[in-house]
Structures are given as structure tokens and as C-alpha cells.
């Protein structure tokens, strides 16, 4: 849910921008909540009015525009959880304007943990970690939705979306973001870290050989036999769903003593 209020007529004037005027406190009810309990409302309304944005403004997207990598956070309509990790040269996270950003989605494993949550619920969040130059982060938060390359490209065609780090290869899908939230994620605890040069073949960009990716590194295939394959729960015979179903309509019909049923169910027809 966005923070702000949009309505033009409700704008302020700043004396160096117009601002939107906040209708809600940024962050969840949760939050909120242990805030009251730990005593830290007072410092978390001041983070919030300093430093949670609902765009991106300049100095955020020339941070996003140069950022090799990020992680991802999304969840399926039950809140389980799933984080992963993107990686691209830089400018693979494109800044399509100040409130949307796109990224490419390649095959991978298959799985497609993060598309298939983003399906079902569409809130997201991406961590940027610059460990190299500037030791800070770029949280942002936002609603995604998944999208075919080729509507991607025709939308956005001076995008530079060609950049790919494989000759000739293409995105599978695109994932838009929009953004609602926008802030930093402070310099304290993140390692300083300095880029060794490319040794060989050692890193193998959009490969399919499954050692360059890593392999069986933890083992868990060993034990794949024991585990058996994935066998889903049976599925119920549609008929019986049906017999139950005409038993209840049944059931409704000698009730309605052969009224006509006018509530949602039937739409005001007869069950007769």
C-alpha cells in the first residue's frame, strides 16, 4: 500500500519541490506494533520522514543503474517465503523511469520460485548492496508483475534492453517493478569487498553445464534415491464433488418448499 497521498490537491509546497502529502505511517501494522513495545516510535518516524521515499529520486537511480547484482525477496499468497540473488553487468536492473524498474528472467533451474510467487502475490523486495565503491544499500519495495519479452521490448524499446552478457541470448520474461518504497540500508555492518580479475573460463556467464554452476555442492543429491520421487496428492473425483453438490442442492429445494431461491447462490432462479 503506498505511504502517500496522490491527489494533486492535497500537494504542499516544500520551497524546492512539491511534495505529497503522507496519508499513513510507511511500514506494516506489525512494525508499528514493536515499535510501541520497544520505545522506538519517536526514531522510527524520523527515519521514515528523513530517508523512506515513494520513488526513486536521482542519486538512488544513478546507485541502481551501476549495481552488478541484488536480492530478491518475494512470498506466495500463504506469506511463505523465498530470497534469491540476481547478478547481471551493470545496468541488467534497468530504471525504466523514477517508479519502475524491470530485470530479465532466464530459464535457470526451472523451479521459477520467484515468477511463480509473483504470480500469486505481487509484492517484492529488492536489497542492492554496493560492497565495492560506496558501502551502502538500496532497499525497495513494490508491486511486480511478470512480462513477455517482446511486450517488454515494444514498451520500452530506448530502454537499452539488449544488454546481455551472452551473445544472442534473450530474456525469458521481464518482472516490472513499481515502486512503492525507496531507502537506504545503512553502511555499519557491510564489508568492503574488491573485484579479482577474470581468471580463464572461471566465470561462465548464462552457462548450462552443471559443474560451472556449481554442481552437487551441498551433497543433496546423495540422498535423492532415499527421498523418492515427488508423488502429489490424489486429486478428488470431480463426480463426487457433484453428488455432494446435488445433495446440498437437494437438500435446499425440499427446504424452499418449491419458493424460488432469490439470494447470491442462484442469481434469483429456481432450484426446482
Request: charged share 25%; net charge neutral; proline share 7%.
Amino acid at each position: 500500500m503506498s505511504t502517500f497521498q496522490q491527489d494533486p490537491s492535497t500537494f504542499e509546497q516544500t520551497g524546492r519541490r512539491t511534495a505529497p502529502l503522507r496519508t499513513t505511517r510507511p511500514g506494516s501494522d506489525g512494525e508499528h506494533l514493536v515499535q510501541w513495545r520497544l520505545g522506538t516510535t519517536e526514531r522510527a518516524d524520523r527515519f521514515y520522514a528523513e530517508q523512506v521515499l515513494d520513488r526513486l529520486n536521482p542519486r538512488m537511480r544513478e546507485f541502481t543503474a551501476r549495481q552488478e547484482m541484488f536480492f530478491l525477496a518475494t512470498a506466495d499468497r500463504h506469506g511463505a517465503c523465498d530470497s534469491t540473488f540476481r547478478a547481471g553487468p551493470p545496468g541488467f536492473l534497468h530504471v525504466l523511469d523514477d517508479t519502475t524498474l524491470a530485470y530479465p528472467e532466464y530459464r535457470g533451474n526451472g523451479v521459477h520460485a520467484s515468477l511463480g510467487n509473483i504470480e500469486e502475490n505481487p509484492h517484492v523486495g529488492v536489497l542492492m548492496v554496493d560492497f565495492l565503491r560506496d558501502r551502502i544499500g538500496l532497499h525497495v519495495n513494490g508491486r511486480a508483475r511478470v512480462v513477455a519479452d517482446d511486450e517488454m521490448r515494444r514498451a520500452h524499446p530506448d530502454a537499452g534492453l539488449t544488454v546481455d552478457p551472452v551473445p544472442g541470448r534473450r530474456a525469458l520474461v521481464w518482472v516490472e517493478i513499481a515502486v512503492d518504497e525507496a531507502y537506504i540500508h545503512c553502511a555499519k555492518h557491510i564489508p568492503h569487498l574488491q573485484k579479482v580479475p577474470a581468471r580463464g573460463s572461471g566465470r561462465s556467464w548464462g552457462t548450462d553445464d552443471a559443474k560451472r554452476k556449481g554442481g552437487d555442492f551441498f551433497g543433496a543429491a546423495v540422498d535423492a534415491p532415499e527421498r523418492g520421487p515427488f508423488v502429489p496428492p490424489p486429486r478428488a473425483d470431480p463426480a463426487t464433488w457433484r453428488a455432494a453438490a446435488e445433495t446440498v442442492l437437494a437438500k435446499a429445494d425440499s427446504a424452499a418448499g418449491g419458493r424460488e431461491f432469490s439470494g447470491w447462490f442462484s442469481r434469483g432462479t429456481s432450484l426446482r
